[in-house]
């Protein structure tokens, strides 16, 4: 039950991107942005500032896939160039950082 917060069974410290999953059938009806993923919160409210900088705020989780939601994928358009420090949360919601 406690296993993740013990630590047990988490791969590299990234207990987010190893252990947390959802059920999405193939995505083309939940909102990558808006739908809650995160403890009954969505990405809109995690990541505010990165919201606010996107340009596809509405991008189903399908598109997003289709595109490449890697750190360099086609589905990240932001409205200007990212800070270094925004390029750091986006690497972190990509599991990267």
């Not at 013990?6 to 009806?29: M, P, Y």
């Not at 340009?55 to 598109?63: C, I, Q």
């Amino acid at each position: 039950m406690n296993t993740i917060r013990e630590g047990v069974g988490v791969l590299d410290g990234g207990w987010l991107t190893d252990n947390i999953s959802r059920k999405v059938g193939d995505g083309s009806s939940t909102l990558f942005r808006k739908d809650p993923w995160l403890e009954g919160i969505s990405l809109e409210v995690w990541y505010h500032r990165l919201f606010e900088l996107t340009v596809n705020k509405l991008v189903t989780v399908a598109e997003m896939f289709s595109l490449g939601w890697g750190l360099n994928g086609e589905a990240w358009k932001w409205q200007r160039w990212l800070f270094v420090w925004e390029e750091k949360m986006v690497g972190g919601m990509c599991g990267t950082a």
